[in-house]
């Protein structure tokens, strides 16, 4: 059984970073993408990062990008997330989400393309 699961969450204060993880079980193959969603209540599930493991291109949100990056660790099917300059509005339950090469169209920052989820950590972004 597949699992996914993040790692790192946690409260800081607006201007601090925090480091995100997400470790696979139970999959020894290659994803095609792997991203991070947020999501607070009662909005829908925005995509925020990607990364596209044989080349390492990466895609961000216009929300994220230049504060936020996404990274695997070495060939591994982990993943992390580094925020920096985190604000109020990053608070949220991030979700880490991987897509195997059965799939072939894939919209890196769409949530309808991921069928593999973890469960989510919290950030909060308080002074």
């Known amino acids: 059984q597949v699992q996914l699961m993040e790692s790192g969450g946690g409260s800081v204060r607006p201007g601090d970073s925090l480091k995100l993880t997400c470790t696979t079980s139970?999959?020894?193959?290659?994803?095609?993408?792997m991203a991070w969603f947020r999501q607070n209540p009662g909005n829908r599930r925005e995509g925020i990062a990607a990364?596209?493991?044989?080349?390492?291109?990466?895609y961000y949100s216009t929300s994220v990008k230049g504060r936020f990056t996404i990274s695997q660790v070495g060939r591994e099917n982990t993943w992390i997330l580094q925020m920096n300059d985190l604000k109020s509005e990053d608070t949220a339950m991030y979700f880490c989400?991987?897509?195997?090469?059965?799939?072939?169209?894939?919209?890196?920052?769409?949530?309808?393309?991921?069928?593999?989820w973890g469960r989510g950590t919290q950030v909060t972004v308080s002074s």
């Open positions: 989400a991987a897509v195997s090469w059965k799939y072939s169209r894939i919209e890196p920052l769409d949530e309808n393309d991921y069928p593999n």
């Open positions: 139970g999959w020894n193959s290659e994803w095609k993408y």
């Open positions: 990364i596209f493991p044989p080349s390492q291109e990466t």
